[in-house]
Nanobody, 127 residues
């Protein structure tokens, strides 16, 4: 129904920037919430950032506030995660996800609340 692809990722030095992209296709809807999650080896998947597509509201996990910024291009169904001041602990596989939202008020940050997932892109931050 909805396909999510995350081109990009790569290796970056600590302190540097990197931009991750998420391309959505198929039967998209403004009722979706979109989010970025990340998962490091041996760790649980963690909420990074998200946006309520219908309003443009944005949300950030505590570990990335002030460093990361989420944005979108409505005409291209693209979502971006601009990562600045990267730290080695940011190393993870980053995945975009979509949630079908029906009448909810609070933005959801649990990974099990999301319905569609991209394949993930690896981000490695070297010291």
């Amino acid at each position: 129904q909805v396909q999510l692809v995350e081109p990009g990722g790569g290796l970056v030095q600590a302190g540097g920037p990197l931009r991750a992209s998420c391309a959505a296709s198929g039967r998209t809807s403004s009722s979706y919430d979109m989010a970025w999650f990340r998962q490091a080896p041996g760790k649980e998947r963690e909420f990074v950032s998200g946006t309520r597509w219908s309003t443009g509201s944005t949300y950030y996990g505590d570990s990335v506030k002030g460093r990361f910024a989420i944005s979108r291009d409505n005409t291209k169904n693209m979502m971006y995660l601009q990562m600045n001041s990267l730290k080695p602990e940011d190393t993870a596989v980053y995945s975009c996800a979509a949630r079908v939202r029906v009448g909810t008020i609070l933005f959801q940050t649990r990974d099990d609340q999301y319905d569609y997932w991209g394949q993930g892109t690896r981000v490695t931050v070297s010291s």
